[in-house]
T-cell receptor, first 113, second 113 residues
Framework: DQQVKQNSPSLSVQEGRISILNCDYTNSMFDYFLWYKKYPAEGPTFLISISSIKDKNEDGRFTVFLNKSAKHLSLHIVPSQPGDSAVYFCAARFSGSARQLTFGSGTQLTVLP | DGGITQSPKYLFRKEGQNVTLSCEQNLNHDAMYWYRQDPGQGLRLIYYSQIVNDFQKGDIAEGYSVSREKKESFPLTVTSAQKNPTAFYLC????????????FGPGTRLLVL
């Protein structure tokens, strides 16, 4: 049973436009959410996170939105750059989970020049 | 220059052989983790350790073993009992805290001969 789902395996966006990556979760106990970026044959790199007490967190070109009622979060990248092309994973955890993260299956973002 | 190192980058295992993947961190992080990534899938937790001399099974611990004798080191042994070991293995670490973030090493690709 997938508790964290990324339903779009791939997304293509033109350079300079907005990229929106989506993630849904089923476990209402999750209280902390993270986005990671991963290039092939490398480890994931932490991008941005959000606590369940917030609905938005911004860091430069990256903004994460959390809709708790819909159990949905999204990552916005504006403007998109070719170097953003990578697989993006969302992850979630809850306080009682001994810090375990549950990952989605990832979305391959391709930013076209 | 702090970080997480994993070695080797590529590892080949013969049938019936145990192999050990190394993970070292100099970030002074308390917790360390091992994940497995298969193509088109998210990261799945194998084992984790919150403090020295203590570790817990994750979602897919069968066929794997770990030790945590030092804070800096968390080696993973893939035993002959693991029937499908070919995957990308990722080590991560985190510092204790309510909203902590896991940071990943570069990964080890394990292939079966």
């Amino acid at each position: 049973d997938q508790q964290v789902k990324q339903n779009s395996p791939s997304l293509s966006v033109q350079e300079g436009r907005i990229s929106i990556l989506n993630c849904d979760y089923t476990n209402s106990m999750f209280d902390y959410f993270l986005w990671y970026k991963k290039y092939p044959a490398e480890g994931p790199t932490f991008l941005i996170s959000i606590s369940s007490i917030k609905d938005k967190n911004e860091d430069g070109r990256f903004t994460v939105f959390l809709n708790k009622s819909a159990k949905h979060l999204s990552l916005h990248i504006v403007p998109s750059q070719p170097g953003d092309s990578a697989v993006y994973f969302c992850a979630a955890r809850f306080s009682g989970s001994a810090r375990q993260l549950t990952f989605g299956s990832g979305t391959q973002l391709t930013v076209l020049p | 220059d702090g970080g997480i190192t994993q070695s080797p980058k590529y590892l080949f295992r013969k049938e019936g052989q145990n192999v050990t993947l190394s993970c070292e961190q100099n970030l002074n992080h308390d917790a360390m983790y091992w994940y497995r990534q298969d193509p088109g899938q998210g990261l799945r937790l194998i084992y984790y350790s919150q403090i020295v001399n203590d570790f817990q099974k994750g979602d897919i611990a069968e066929g794997y073993s770990v030790s945590r004798e030092k804070k800096e080191s968390f080696p993973l042994t893939v035993t002959s009992a693991q029937k499908n070991p070919t995957a990308f293995y990722l080590c991560a670490s985190s510092i204790s805290g309510v909203l902590e973030t896991q940071y990943f090493g570069p990964g080890t690709r394990l292939l079966v001969l």
